[in-house]
């Protein structure tokens, strides 16, 4: 059974930092390409940033571009997002996702001061 836990949401004031984690289990991590994503109060899924298997190539949406950071570590079955120069528009619920198959239960981060 796939399962995906994610974990280090929280609340922090604007200029701040978090990092979230997921932990996988139930598939051979290592193979998969891995993605964040999130969705605002209100608001539909948006994609955040995306990692191949290999950990070597990356992307970001253009909105968290230079401020979040994608890394895995396949000996641990974790991906991770370092959140930096947090704003108040990130807020949202953000999902690791196997994309286009699976998704985690979601870890809450609010950006407010």
């Known amino acids: 059974e796939v399962q995906l836990v994610e974990s280090g949401g929280g609340l922090v004031q604007p200029g701040g930092s978090l990092r979230l984690s997921c932990a996988a289990s139930g598939f051979t991590f290592s193979r998969d390409a891995m993605s964040w994503v999130r969705q605002a109060p209100g608001k539909g899924l948006e994609w955040v940033s995306a990692?191949?298997?290999?950990?070597?190539?990356?992307n970001s949406a253009d909105a968290v571009k230079g401020r979040f950071n994608i890394s895995r570590d396949n000996a641990k079955n974790t991906l991770y997002l370092q959140m930096n120069n947090l704003k108040p528009e990130d807020t949202a619920v953000y999902y690791c996702a196997i994309p286009a198959a699976y998704w985690g239960q979601g870890t809450q981060v609010t950006v407010s001061s």
């Open positions: 990692i191949k298997s290999g950990g070597t190539g990356t």
